[in-house]
């Protein structure tokens, strides 16, 4: 499916959306009998939604801190000259460090926001100096660490959809 159409759904898609969103290890069945319908038919929606790219992926909620990792941050990166060759190959770099949790090219003051993951300050300290000031790209970083777990909500139904 094309990026640019958005694939119709009704109000039981929704539902069953919002509950995979919480809990994608659900039973088919389950979420069935959540939203009142067959479980043959909530597994077709299903289907049909990963089909037309509604549902793109099933991951585990991963968390950090119990894996060693208990220091998260955002790092705000400008990078120079912005070219596509530049972000292309910063975005490949920066994907590959194991530290890396996400990668968004955002507007503002930074080109991108990297999500990261590391044991503590002096691993994060370690990771903007020796990896990522270090790529000859990387013109600026901002850090903001984050306190705690995030709080996640579903992308739920707008009264307009």
Same mark, same amino acid.
């Given at each position: ?17 919002? @509950?995979? *969103? ?55 990166? *400008? ?18 460090? %194991? ?13 991108? @926001? ?9 691993? @994060? ?10 790529? %000859? ?25």
């Amino acid at each position: 499916m094309k990026q640019d159409q958005s694939p119709k759904l009704d109000s039981v898609d929704w539902k069953i959306l919002e @509950l995979l *969103q919480v809990d994608a290890t659900m039973p088919n069945k389950d979420i069935a009998a959540k939203v009142g319908i067959a479980p043959s038919t909530c597994l077709e929606r299903i289907r049909r939604m990963r089909r037309n790219g509604t549902i793109v992926a099933t991951r585990a909620h991963v968390r950090p801190s119990l894996l060693g990792r208990g220091e998260q941050a955002f790092l705000g990166i *400008q990078i120079r000259p912005h070219a596509r060759d530049t972000a292309n190959d910063f975005v490949q770099k920066v994907l590959a460090l %194991p530290e890396t949790l996400a990668l968004y090219n955002v507007s503002g003051s930074e080109d991108y @926001l990297v999500h990261v993951a590391v044991a503590n300050s002096t691993e @994060l300290q370690s990771l903007i100096i020796d990896k990522l000031l270090a790529l %000859p790209q990387v013109a600026h970083c901002r850090t903001q660490l984050i306190f705690g777990e995030p709080w996640v909500a579903p992308l739920r139904q707008s009264d307009g959809q």
